[in-house]
C-alpha cells in the first residue's frame, strides 16, 4: 500500500520571497526576513522544549518584535498586521502545483501538516490555490506541540487512519525531516537553495533539488510498492 503523502507548508510549498519587498521597506534589507523567520523557528522550538505552549502567529508576532529590536528599527502595529497578513496570502513555489497534480493523479493521498494555526494554514493554501490537492489540512496547534515534537506527525497519522510508517513527511527543513523520522515515518527533503539536512539524523531515502525531483522519486517508490 502506497504511503500518504503529507507535505509542510511555509517555505516547503509556499514561497516566503514573496515577503521580501515588505521587509525591505520596514527594514532595508531582504536579510530581515530570513533572521525573523530564523527567530520564529527559534521560539517555536522554545515554547515546545519547555511545554509552554504559544500559537504559531503570536510567535510570528513576537518574532518580528524581537528582529527589530536587533534592528534597532521601529516597527507599527501595521507593519507587523502586513507581515502576519502577508503570511496568508503566499504564492507557491513555481515547482508546486505541477508536482501535486502529478502525484495526485497517480492516486496517491496528499495532507499538509503545519505549525501554523488551521485558520491560517486553510487561508495559506486556499489563497495559493492548492488546498483542493490534500484531503485533509492538519495543525500542530490541535495538539498544542509544534514539530519536531512527535505528538504532530502522530496526531496526522492517526486522522488518516494509517499506521505513522505509512506516512511521508516531505519538507524544506532539516528539523522537520529529523522531527518525523524521529516519530516513525518516512521522509522526503526538498534541498531549496541554502538549506542541508542535519548529519546528527539518519538521511531520508528520497533527496531531491527541488519539488519535481522528489515528487519524481516518490512516484517511482510508492506507485511501486
Known amino acids: 500500500m502506497p504511503r500518504v503523502i503529507v507535505f509542510d507548508v ?125 484531503e485533509n489540512i492538519f495543525s500542530a496547534d490541535i495538539v498544542r506541540r509544534l514539530k519536531p515534537a512527535p505528538e504532530p506527525y502522530e496526531y496526522a497519522a492517526n486522522r488518516l487512519h494509517v499506521p505513522i510508517r505509512r506516512m511521508r513527511m516531505v519538507a524544506a527543513h532539516a528539523w522537520d525531516i529529523a522531527g518525523a523520522l524521529r516519530a516513525g515515518c518516512t521522509a522526503a527533503f526538498v534541498a531549496r537553495p541554502g538549506t542541508v539536512l542535519d548529519p546528527l539524523v539518519p538521511r531520508p531515502d528520497i533527496i531531491g533539488t527541488d519539488m519535481a525531483e522528489v515528487v519524481n522519486h516518490i512516484v517511482a517508490i510508492e506507485c511501486s510498492s
Open 10 to 134: 511555509n517555505e516547503t510549498l509556499l514561497d516566503m520571497r514573496a515577503l521580501d519587498p515588505l521587509f525591505t521597506r520596514i527594514f532595508g534589507g531582504v536579510s530581515a526576513r530570513q533572521a525573523w523567520f530564523s527567530q520564529a523557528l527559534q521560539s517555536a522550538f522554545v515554547t515546545t522544549i519547555t511545554g509552554e505552549y504559544v500559537n504559531f502567529t503570536k510567535i510570528w508576532a513576537t518574532a518580528l518584535e524581537m528582529t527589530a529590536a536587533r534592528h534597532g528599527t521601529p516597527l507599527s502595529a501595521d507593519d507587523c498586521d502586513a507581515v502576519i497578513d502577508g503570511m496568508r496570502a503566499l504564492p507557491p513555489h513555481a515547482d508546486v502545483p505541477a508536482a501535486l497534480e502529478r502525484l495526485r493523479s497517480a492516486g496517491l493521498r496528499l495532507a499538509a501538516l503545519t505549525n501554523s494555526t488551521e485558520e491560517v494554514a486553510l487561508a495559506q493554501l486556499t489563497n495559493a490555490g492548492i488546498a483542493h490537492f490534500f
